[in-house]
């Protein structure tokens, strides 16, 4: 029987978990994280948006296969009201009127440039009464299209669907190893993997759990994940790096009965702004490339004058009452793993990129398997990475077409 190590409790490593029950028993299963709080960076601080369609065709089937599993979950689990789950219409909005060209440049590193998700998307329409949410701050000249009505996007509050997740392959019998770091493999008298000694962060103690596959899925910090584990073992990069990203939560102030998603331009930003059902708009788009990974152990502080100019933003967007000011309820920075290619690596690396002293040679379904670099989209793509990585790792033909996110 195989025995399954996964590095980085995530939403991609839960989502991997889930899906592996379906395939090995859940004592087989071991999740081990360093952080002292889980879900402090990308999977609880993201903003939890969903879309069907919004890729490049290599992630064409894995997005589309994704966005069924979270809608089939959340239809199963009750996800509205466990995490958030609900569709969400998605609008541009320009308070100075239309950009020129009617749209904002098309990249797949729109990211990395500071520009807007929704520019990844060209069909557009007026809006039509009701699908503009009452509480977005009108201004004479402005423009407002329609993205999506709902029918290919979502929205989730990541934080709490983590924690879904998390408590799902707990209460199944998954173990749990936090706050613990992996520290090295292990293999036998013929070279082949056989285990990962992990030490834990509170005791210093090590321990060796039996393994045969092991899942590199800790976001940012994958690639310091894989050197430590492997030390001068290897012969790949894994080129992930960091994007650090500021964010709100505020109180709607007005009930929340359709959920929007809101791409807008405005001061040299591309701010999103995200309304749940439970009554909270999220906010982001101020990024910085610059900000230094910090350790997996350490939650990153946010800078003051980051929080700043979304404040401002966040007051241009959201009409609240005269004379009363926004309520926030939370603010956090996030670190997501982006790739030059602009897209994520998942995938089991081959012998040949590893050591010539270990061995990954019983079968495809043995060996180091990578799933990271999901930049803004891990929260859309979990599910679908998730059930692909556990078909891979069992030896089942994946149910989307994963052949060009491989080294």
């Given amino acids: 029987m195989h025995e399954t190590v996964i590095l980085g409790s995530g939403v991609i490593g839960l989502s991997t978990a889930y899906y592996l029950l379906q395939h090995q028993p859940a004592e087989s299963i071991h999740l081990v994280d360093p952080a002292r709080e889980l879900f402090a960076s990308a999977s609880g601080y993201a903003g939890g948006f969903l879309a069907k369609d919004w890729f490049r065709p290599e992630l064409a089937t894995l997005a589309e296969l994704s966005f069924e599993e979270h809608r089939k979950l959340a239809e199963e689990e009750n996800g509205r009201e466990r995490w958030g789950y609900a569709k969400s219409v998605t609008l541009s909005y320009e308070p100075d009127g239309p950009l020129p060209g009617g749209k904002e440049k098309r990249g797949e590193d729109w990211l990395l440039e500071g520009s807007s998700r929704a520019g990844l998307v060209d069909a557009r329409r007026g809006h039509e009464e009701g699908e503009v949410p009452t509480w977005l701050r009108r201004a004479d000249g402005d423009s407002v299209r329609v993205i999506d009505d709902g029918s290919g996007t979502a929205i989730v509050d990541p934080l709490r669907f983590c924690r879904f997740l998390l408590e799902k392959v707990r209460a199944a019998g998954v173990h749990i190893h936090n706050p613990a770091s992996a520290v090295r493999v292990e293999t036998d008298r013929d070279g082949m993997l056989s ?183 891990g929260i859309s793509l979990s599910l679908g990475t998730g059930k692909v990585v556990a078909e891979l790792m069992s030896g089942k033909p994946p149910s989307a077409d994963i052949s060009s996110l491989g080294f």
């Fill in 195 to 377: 285990g990962v000694v992990v030490s834990s962060s509170e005791t210093s103690e090590e321990a060796v759990i039996s393994a045969t596959r092991v899942l590199l899925s800790a976001g940012c910090w994958t690639p310091h994940v894989f050197y430590e584990l492997f030390k001068n073992r290897y012969y790949i990069d894994i080129p992930i790096q960091s994007l650090g990203g500021h964010s709100l939560v505020v109180k709607a102030p007005c009930e929340v009965t359709t959920c929007h998603s809101v791409y807008a331009t405005m001061d040299g930003l591309s701010p999103e702004a995200y309304s749940r059902p439970d009554g909270v708009i999220y906010l982001a788009g101020v990024n910085h490339a610059s900000i230094p990974l910090p350790k997996p152990t350490v939650k990153a502080v946010t800078f003051d004058e980051s929080i700043q100019k979304l404040k401002d933003v966040a007051r241009r967007l959201v009409a609240v009452p005269d004379g009363e000011d926004l309520e926030i309820l939370r603010q956090g920075l996030c670190f997501r793993p982006v790739t030059q290619r602009g897209t994520p690596y998942v995938a089991r690396l081959t012998d040949e990129k590893l050591g010539e002293d270990i061995k990954m040679t019983e079968g495809a379904t043995a060996g180091v398997f990578v799933a990271a670099g999901h930049g803004p989209w």
